[in-house]
């Protein structure tokens, strides 16, 4: 089993960053392709970023691409997400999540994680 608890969440003007952290316990998560996703209020959830086992590959949504970055330490057993030029479409839970496979673009169509936190909320103001 491996627990995932996401930090970092909090309100943020349209434009600011966030960086948002999902600390691992249990098991080592090196063994682990990580991902994070959001459900805005109302919507389904959706992917956001996914990383490989070593973090050789990544995988965003294009909503996010060259504003969002994940990233991961497998010796502190965190990955993260830094979030910039931050949009109020971006307001949603921000789950973190593992997977025993790397699927990248295949994570687009939903499922294929193990594991998830509880999510943290991210609230960006216009």
């Known amino acids: 089993q491996v627990q995932l608890v996401e930090s970092g969440g909090g309100l943020v003007q349209a434009g600011g960053s966030l960086r948002l952290s999902c600390a691992a316990s249990?098991?080592?998560?090196?063994?682990?392709?990580m991902g994070w996703f959001r459900q805005a209020p109302g919507k389904e959830r959706e992917f956001v970023a996914a990383?490989?086992?070593?973090?050789?590959?990544?995988y965003y949504v294009d909503s996010v691409k060259g504003r969002f970055t994940i990233s991961r330490d497998n010796a502190k057993n965190t990955v993260y997400l830094q979030m910039n030029s931050l949009k109020p479409e971006d307001t949603a839970v921000y789950y973190c999540?593992?997977?025993?496979?790397?699927?990248?673009?295949?994570?687009?169509?939903?499922?294929?994680?193990?594991?998830w936190g509880k999510g943290t909320l991210v609230t960006v103001s216009s």
């Open positions: 990383i490989s086992w070593g973090g050789g590959s990544k």
């Open positions: 999540a593992a997977d025993r496979v790397y699927r990248g673009r295949d994570y687009l169509a939903g499922g294929g994680m193990d594991y």
């Open positions: 249990g098991r080592t998560i090196s063994s682990y392709a």
